[in-house]
């Protein structure tokens, strides 16, 4: 079978020819049909961030495909079932964060295409306890953005704990981004998207934001004050000086910014004064539990969110992540494995 494979920090992948894992006691090995780009593969990849993966490795996170076979002791997929295999690979299912709703806090956590090989290959395995059913009606290709930008930022829309009187900030309209305003307003949120391209301004519209913000012409913070300020920022955004604009400038009191994206070494200063005299707060948002990834699916397999994305070649990886860096493409690339074979 074909990977995708990291061999070096900041390299181009390299596609080789590797022979199909065998699944271990409570794994499954799946057949894979697609499989999304998230910008953290990129920064995979680049080894961007304080904890890195170890190449090589094969990125990915949002593999979806059909169970090819069962290792020792499941029994609760079939062979040819449709599962997804999200960035929550494994936990161990026995800690406080376990056991109280936030699995995705787990300290033993195995990370999809990070800490073990992942969705960027014809075959992979996941720990099947932690695959998620596809439900009848959505297609692989609009799974697999799902299984990542989509219970990201769902959960993040969670987090900030939005109201349907509330206006929040969509800070970066890309494949997360796309999912969030959406989610938004499905909360019922008004909801202000920022980008800095047309393209993504254009869908932002399109997918329903009431306010559309062009931060290479506008000063957004101004704008979004007009509008009473945002009850939450959602930062999305690769980019460093966005999450302080969201921070200092768009917030109401009150307001929340939640952080999503991670700019390689990202800072931002917090001053102390206006924290406490606007009652501010900074939240971490790290992607969602089985149960938010399930409710995802489930809003999908409804008909209430719409997935954008364009199909690509595994072959085609290392120009597929130029495109997402110029921010080039349509909200997501998904990887069509059945197109390259
Ligand atoms: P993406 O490249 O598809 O989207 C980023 C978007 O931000 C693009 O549309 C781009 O045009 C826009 N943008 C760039 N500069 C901007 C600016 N100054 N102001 C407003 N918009 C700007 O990336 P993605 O796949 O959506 O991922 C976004 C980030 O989220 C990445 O850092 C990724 O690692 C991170 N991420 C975090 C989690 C988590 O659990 N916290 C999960 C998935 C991804
Ligand atoms: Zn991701
Ligand atoms: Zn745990």
């Given at each position: 079978?074909?990977?995708?494979?990291?061999?070096?920090?900041?390299?181009?992948?390299?596609?080789?020819?590797?022979?199909?894992?065998?699944?271990?006691?409570?794994?499954?090995?799946?057949?894979?049909?697609?499989?999304?780009?998230?910008?953290?593969?990129?920064?995979?990849?680049?080894?961007?961030?304080?904890?890195?993966?170890?190449?090589?490795?094969?990125?990915?996170?949002?593999?979806?495909?059909?169970?090819?076979?069962?290792?020792?002791?499941v029994t609760h997929l079939a062979l040819g079932q449709r599962v997804a295999a999200p960035w929550l690979g494994k936990t161990c299912g026995r800690c406080e964060y376990c056991l109280s709703g936030w699995e995705t806090l787990c300290e033993q956590q195995i990370n999809t295409g990070y800490g073990c090989d992942g969705g960027y290959a014809e075959k992979m395995l996941a720990w099947a306890d932690f695959t998620q059913p596809v439900p009848q009606g959505i297609s692989a290709l609009e799974a697999a953005p799902l299984t990542c930008a989509g219970v990201t930022t769902y959960k993040?829309?969670?987090?900030?704990?939005?109201?349907?009187?509330?206006?929040?900030?969509?800070?970066?309209?890309?494949?997360?981004?796309?999912?969030?305003?959406?989610?938004?307003?499905?909360?019922?949120?008004?909801?202000?998207?920022?980008?800095?391209?047309?393209?993504?301004?254009?869908?932002?519209?399109?997918?329903?934001?009431?306010?559309?913000?062009?931060?290479?012409?506008?000063?957004?913070?101004?704008?979004?004050?007009?509008?009473?300020?945002?009850?939450?920022?959602?930062?999305?955004?690769?980019?460093?000086?966005?999450?302080?604009?969201?921070?200092?400038?768009?917030?109401?009191?009150?307001?929340?910014?939640?952080?999503?994206?991670?700019?390689?070494?990202?800072?931002?200063?917090?001053?102390?004064?206006?924290?406490?005299?606007?009652?501010?707060?900074?939240?971490?948002?790290?992607?969602?539990?089985?149960?938010?990834?399930?409710?995802?699916?489930?809003?999908?397999?409804?008909?209430?969110?719409?997935?954008?994305?364009?199909?690509?070649?595994?072959?085609?990886?290392?120009?597929?992540?130029?495109?997402?860096?110029?921010?080039?493409?349509?909200?997501?690339?998904?990887?069509?494995?059945?197109?390259?074979?």
């Amino acid at each position: 079978m074909k990977a995708a494979v990291v061999r070096a920090f900041g390299e181009p992948l390299v596609i080789e020819e590797r022979p199909d894992p065998e699944p271990g006691p409570g794994q499954v090995r799946i057949r894979v049909e697609a499989s999304g780009l998230c910008h953290t593969d990129i920064h995979a990849a680049r080894g961007d961030w304080p904890v890195k993966p170890n190449p090589p490795f094969v990125p990915g996170h949002e593999g979806v495909g059909l169970v090819e076979a069962l290792g020792d002791g499941v029994t609760h997929l079939a062979l040819g079932q449709r599962v997804a295999a999200p960035w929550l690979g494994k936990t161990c299912g026995r800690c406080e964060y376990c056991l109280s709703g936030w699995e995705t806090l787990c300290e033993q956590q195995i990370n999809t295409g990070y800490g073990c090989d992942g969705g960027y290959a014809e075959k992979m395995l996941a720990w099947a306890d932690f695959t998620q059913p596809v439900p009848q009606g959505i297609s692989a290709l609009e799974a697999a953005p799902l299984t990542c930008a989509g219970v990201t930022t769902y959960k993040a829309l969670k987090v900030a704990d939005v109201r349907p009187t509330q206006l929040v900030a969509i800070s970066g309209v890309g494949g997360l981004g796309h999912l969030a305003v959406q989610y938004a307003k499905i909360a019922g949120a008004q909801v202000a998207a920022i980008d800095v391209t047309d393209e993504k301004l254009e869908l932002a519209a399109e997918l329903g934001a009431d306010l559309v913000i062009d931060a290479r012409k506008h000063d957004v913070g101004e704008v979004l004050q007009r509008h009473g300020g945002a009850h939450a920022a959602i930062a999305l955004a690769v980019n460093e000086a966005a999450f302080s604009t969201a921070y200092a400038g768009l917030l109401r009191r009150g307001g929340k910014l939640v952080m999503v994206a991670m700019p390689a070494h990202g800072t931002i200063q917090v001053p102390i004064f206006g924290t406490v005299l606007n009652g501010t707060s900074v939240i971490g948002s790290i992607v969602g539990t089985r149960q938010d990834l399930a409710e995802v699916f489930q809003i999908h397999a409804a008909g209430r969110t719409r997935v954008i994305y364009e199909t690509r070649t595994l072959a085609s990886v290392n120009e597929s992540m130029d495109d997402v860096l110029r921010g080039d493409i349509k909200a997501r690339i998904v990887f069509d494995m059945a197109a390259g074979r």
